[in-house]
């Protein structure tokens, strides 16, 4: 079995070996240039994401954006990142569609032992977010994890274990508080109503530029 194949496996690894601490050094250096480039930049700025994630990329990413390899990330349509999002893809990262997260998510892959003598070790297992998610501020998604479509986790949380899907869950460790309702598609923040009146109102002024 090669190194590349226990990673994917979740067996014991360690990285300087089959090119690939050559190929985290040419990731830091595309990490480098897109958090460097000019925010005018368009069409350079979605051409180099499209070399990082090694695919066609419809996603609006801020920069800073952190990573170890890019091409581990699997990345679905019309997804936000919002600044200073750090993703540890040494095990797979796969997000759905419409998955936002908000400023300084961490997603991490990678576990080591927890005895001294052997944390030098790695092992990796992957983190699947499902469509529609939201991810609030300076959460931390850990190895293994799978988050169900539609779900929001709140700000700061640290997610250990799967969270299902519909679920608004927070904490730390994360848990679900309820699942999502009637009344969340009638108010949008506490006792604040969706109003037609105003949503209509939101829609004509942001298409009038």
């Not at 979605?46 to 990345?75: H, M, S």
């Not at 030098?120 to 297992?125: F, N, P, S, V």
């Not at 109503?193 to 530029?209: K, M, Q, T």
């Amino acid at each position: 079995m090669r190194m590349r194949e226990r990673i994917l496996a979740g067996k014991l690894f360690l990285d300087n070996c089959e090119n690939l601490p050559e190929e985290r050094m040419q990731a830091k250096k595309k990490m480098r240039q897109f958090n460097q480039l000019s925010p005018e930049k368009l069409e350079e700025r979605f051409q180099l994401l499209d070399d990082i994630f090694g695919t066609k990329v419809n996603a609006w990413i801020e920069a800073p954006f952190y990573f170890c390899y890019g091409r581990n990330i699997q990345l679905g349509e019309e997804c936000y990142l919002n600044m200073g999002c750090t993703f540890i893809d040494d095990g797979k990262i796969t997000i759905g569609n419409k998955v936002a997260f908000g400023p300084g998510v961490t997603i991490a892959t990678v576990g080591h032992p927890i005895h001294p003598d052997r944390r030098r070790l790695m092992y990796a297992d992957p983190v699947t977010i499902e469509d529609n998610c939201w991810i609030g501020a300076n959460t931390t998604i850990c190895p293994g994890v799978t988050i169900g479509e539609n779900s929001v986790i709140g700000a700061g949380s640290i997610v250990t274990k799967d969270i299902p899907a519909n679920s608004v869950a927070v904490g730390n460790p994360c848990k679900v508080l309820r699942e999502i309702n009637s009344r969340d598609r009638a108010f949008y923040y506490k006792d604040r109503p969706f109003g037609e009146e105003d949503l209509a109102e939101i829609h004509r002024l942001n298409d009038s530029n």
